[in-house]
Every structure is written in structure tokens, then in C-alpha cells.
């Protein structure tokens, strides 16, 4: 006598909310120049790899790299919304 097996199936969960993709840079010690180069660069990247959202460290300092970095974000089409970190002023999170 063959004993039949029975498979169930059970189906996969899927979070409530998806783990967004992040593209990373730290600006520190950049000048504005090279922060709008390297920001540039970062979108580029984000845009081709089809991330959701940028981590943009830019430190506290004078706050000069911070109003490179929100001007053009500002200017920047791709860009839904952007905000600066609460838990570090230093970092702002940009979403596409």
C-alpha cells in the first residue's frame, strides 16, 4: 500500500511596504563644483539602476555643501521630494 502525499502550497508573503533602493555619496571635503559633479553622477547612476531614492551626506559644516545639495535638487526634474534626515542633519534623502 502507497501512502499518498499531499503538497500544499501556501502562497508567498509580500512586505506592506517594499525596501526602497538607495544610491549613496559623502560630499564631505568637496567643493561645490565637485559636489555638483558628483551629484550629477549619483543621479545618473540612480536613474539607470532604477533606484527609488538617494542618500546625499553633506555634513553640517557652514552648510554651503546643504544648499548646493537642496539647489539642485530643487532644479533637478527627476526629483519627487527631498527632506533632511532628523536623526542626522548632515544627510539629505532625496526621492525619485
Not at 501556501?10 to 512586505?15: D, G, K, L, S, Y
Not at 517594499?18 to 536613474?47: F, I, M, N
Not at 553633506?58 to 527631498?82: E, K, M, Q
Request: hydrophobic content about 35%; some cysteine; aromatic content about 6%.
Amino acid at each position: 500500500v502507497t501512502a499518498k502525499r499531499t503538497v500544499r502550497e501556501f502562497p508567498r508573503r509580500t512586505p506592506v511596504h517594499p525596501k526602497l533602493q538607495t544610491c549613496s555619496v559623502d560630499l564631505h571635503g568637496k567643493t561645490r563644483l565637485e559636489a555638483l559633479s558628483e551629484l550629477e553622477r549619483l543621479l545618473d547612476r540612480a536613474l539607470l539602476g532604477g533606484m527609488d531614492r538617494l542618500e546625499i551626506i553633506h555634513g553640517l559644516g557652514t552648510g554651503a555643501l546643504r544648499d548646493v545639495t537642496h539647489d539642485f535638487l530643487r532644479a533637478s526634474t527627476h526629483i519627487r521630494s527631498f527632506e533632511v534626515d532628523m536623526r542626522n542633519p548632515g544627510t539629505t534623502w532625496a526621492y525619485l
